[in-house]
């Protein structure tokens, strides 16, 4: 079947530097992306989202990236601070309503 | 205020038994979702509600039976647990399943535990 993401990488970033999360996925049908935080002991929280129709949207630190060509979608966080350690998923909306498939996430660890 | 809220936080339990999760949403929101994820941190959509009528149902064993007495709570039992079933829970809700774009928001998580 169609997959989205990784199996559970760890990503080690310095407190300060730049951090860069990658995730592929497969079901090109597939127009609304989102990503999406876990921290320790909590559920998941909404980062940023970006439409099919898109290629990169910005927020507060954070940057996607969406490319369809090769179906990649990343996650770029600026200047990591500790509290941005988390498992970090995206996920691909597949249809109208609502279904989320969710990628295997990546592991973040910001040492000081 | 928390928006979506589930009790217990964590339960333990016995193979066999049956067992209730709940789910609460105070953000006004037509859509509420459960998902499993397990022990490698995998996470999968197992039911969604859209104004209580059931939308999304994934491939759950049929022990597994969702509950929506208002748009605002989502239940979740599970009848002859099986240690397969250890996973943490999380309930979420959405705006509106009809706009694919809507965020999704996600309670606590419930640890399930089943010896």
């Known amino acids: 079947g169609e997959s989205v993401g990784l199996h559970l990488p760890t990503l080690s970033v310095q407190e300060g530097d730049n951090s860069i999360i990658n995730c592929a996925y497969s079901n090109s049908a597939s127009d609304y992306f989102i990503w999406y935080k876990q921290e320790s002991g909590k559920g998941p929280q909404f980062i940023i989202d970006?439409?099919?129709?898109?290629d990169k949207r910005q927020g507060q630190r954070v940057t996607v990236l969406l490319n369809k060509t090769v179906k990649h979608l990343s996650l770029q966080i600026a200047a990591t601070q500790p509290g941005d350690s988390a498992v970090y998923f995206c996920?691909?909306?597949?249809?109208?309503?609502?279904?989320?498939?969710f990628g295997a996430g990546t592991q973040v660890v910001v040492t000081p | 205020d928390t928006a979506v809220s589930q009790t217990p936080k964590y339960l333990v339990t016995q193979m066999g038994n049956d067992k209730s999760i709940k789910c609460e949403q105070n953000l006004g929101h037509d859509t509420m979702y459960w998902y499993k994820q397990d022990s490698k941190k995998f996470l999968k959509i197992m039911f969604s509600?859209?104004?209580?009528?059931?939308?999304i149902n994934e491939t759950v064993p049929n022990r597994f039976s969702p509950k929506s007495p208002d748009k605002a709570h989502l239940n979740l039992h599970i009848n002859s647990l099986e240690l397969g079933d250890s996973a943490v829970y999380f309930c979420a809700s959405s705006p509106s399943a009809a706009l694919s774009t809507d965020t999704q928001y996600f309670g606590p998580g419930t640890r399930l535990t089943v010896l």
């Open positions: 996920a691909e909306n597949e249809d109208s309503w609502g279904k989320l498939q």
């Open positions: 970006i439409r099919s129709n898109m």
């Open positions: 509600y859209n104004n209580k009528e059931l939308i």
